[in-house]
């Protein structure tokens, strides 16, 4: 399968299965297009037709270029067949039970009252509430039994807005620091923050012990101020934005991320991007909303026009700014062409429900944070451990395979099928597909392989 795209002014081919990308001119990018459905005679005749006026197109030039074509599809760069369906559920299989990573929702509660907020303000369509430590502990416990031969374990401090439990949640890194070399494990932990409780404090604790940070900013003050309010109906943004500033200073500008939310209040979410790079942030990222259909918040299938072109510019003033000495980071277009994840990652997905987990405060166990509170979605556990054996099997024949949808899709082994939780929300089944989503995942992959195509004609 190929997928066929111009964008800033390159003819990018993609096929699909190899993962190779063609910059080619013109008359090969038609010729590809025709390759597999018309003659090699009625491809050149088509060609002599259409490019009549160029004197630098000529029956043996079409020849020749029809002849590399073919030498591209013998050597497995074009026209790649589909061989992976078998393998579809072979990693995750292979990996047993072993969990790599979780989620430790240490505050189902927040100090900020984002209308959007897909927990509920923190309380997940529950009660508000604070992990123990003792929850905590055996949490960190309950990942070290299940991670098998896994070295590098995954700890991200969740809410709501973790820093509101910010003792429980340093006891927990110290009681980790504790036992890796006994265990031999390595624990890599993650903050995600509103910012609000920023202090020096956590500034140098957190740039000790934290290997990455995630900040909530939506961009613009007029933006962000607008859903992220905190009871009294006021604005973050003046709170926020110099604590940000001192974390990110702090940690020498790495080994962070910006991260933000648009709506359908600004489809021209680029603009947020841009300001906060103004503002010196430079690791960004921006996520659509994902709401209900008729939630006002919620992006029409008008503004999924205005984002898809939105990439688009972005992706080209990005490439401005690297050329220029000045470059920023977007998460969406992080792409590696030449390693990347292997086929049986792209295959399998991120793992939520099987290598992935959420903890509740309480310590109970569902798939990912987005599937906290939903209650036929409870896995079991720190305590008992999953219990929920049915729900896991799910979870692991959950792959881009799983979802007829998926087939004939040139992204799909970029986006492994899609956000099971997106899809659970959008369909009722966590094997769906969340339509939009998708539309935005197609148009970013389509602007970060275009980025590289770029930098590597430019030697940027």
Request: charged share 30%; proline share 3%.
């Amino acid at each position: 399968m190929i997928h066929e795209y111009k964008l800033n002014g390159y003819n990018i081919v993609l096929d699909t299965c190899s993962g190779s990308v063609h910059d080619v001119d013109e008359v090969a990018y038609d010729m590809i297009g025709l390759y597999e459905t018309k003659s090699r005679e009625d491809i050149i005749k088509a060609m002599l037709e259409k490019y009549a006026d160029r004197d630098d197109v000529t029956e043996d030039d079409l020849n020749e270029c029809y002849d590399d074509i073919t030498s591209l599809k013998d050597e497995g760069l074009l026209f790649t067949p589909d061989t992976f369906e078998d393998m579809a559920g072979t990693f995750k299989e292979r990996s047993g039970n072993v969990i790599k990573a979780l989620c430790l929702h240490v505050a189902h509660t927040c100090n900020l009252n984002c209308s959007y907020c897909f927990a509920s303000q923190g309380k997940y369509h529950g009660d508000r509430a604070l992990m123990s430590y003792e929850v905590g502990k055996r949490a960190l416990d309950f990942l070290i039994e299940n991670s098998g031969s896994r070295t590098n374990l995954e700890v991200d401090f969740f809410g709501g807005e973790p820093l509101m439990n910010f003792d429980v949640v340093k006891d927990l890194v110290k009681y980790a620091r504790s036992i890796e070399k006994e265990k031999n494990k390595n624990f890599r932990f993650t903050l995600t923050t509103n910012g609000v409780l920023i202090d020096d404090d956590v500034i140098e604790w957190a740039n000790r012990e934290m290997s990455n940070v995630v900040l909530s900013l939506d961009g613009r003050k007029e933006i962000h101020d607008r859903f992220r309010v905190d009871y009294a109906g006021n604005g973050s943004y003046d709170k926020i934005v110099p604590k940000f500033k001192k974390l990110v200073d702090a940690r020498g500008g790495k080994n962070y991320y910006m991260r933000g939310t648009f709506t359908h209040a600004n489809p021209d979410f680029t603009e947020d991007v841009f300001h906060m790079a103004d503002l010196g942030f430079t690791e960004l990222s921006m996520e659509p909303v994902v709401g209900k259909p008729d939630d006002p918040m919620t992006l029409t299938d008008e503004d999924i026009e205005i984002v898809k072109k939105q990439y688009e510019i972005l992706a080209i003033d990005m490439l401005r700014r690297k050329r220029e000495g000045k470059p920023i980071t977007f998460y969406h277009y992080m792409l590696d062409l030449t390693e990347g994840p292997c086929i049986y990652k792209r295959i399998s997905g991120c793992g939520s429900g099987t290598e992935y987990m959420a903890v509740t405060p309480w310590g109970d166990l569902y798939p990912c944070h987005q599937f906290v509170g939903e209650e036929d979605y409870k896995l079991g556990n720190v305590f008992d451990g999953v219990t929920n054996d049915a729900l896991r099997e799910s979870f692991r024949s959950c792959n881009v395979y799983a979802r007829p949808e998926c087939k004939d899709c040139f992204a799909k082994l970029y986006c492994s099928g899609g956000c099971a939780a997106n899809a659970y929300h959008a369909t009722g089944s966590i094997k769906g597909i969340y339509e939009k989503g998708c539309e935005l995942f197609k148009k970013r992959i389509e602007c970060a392989i275009m980025m590289r195509v770029a930098e590597e004609n430019e030697g940027l």
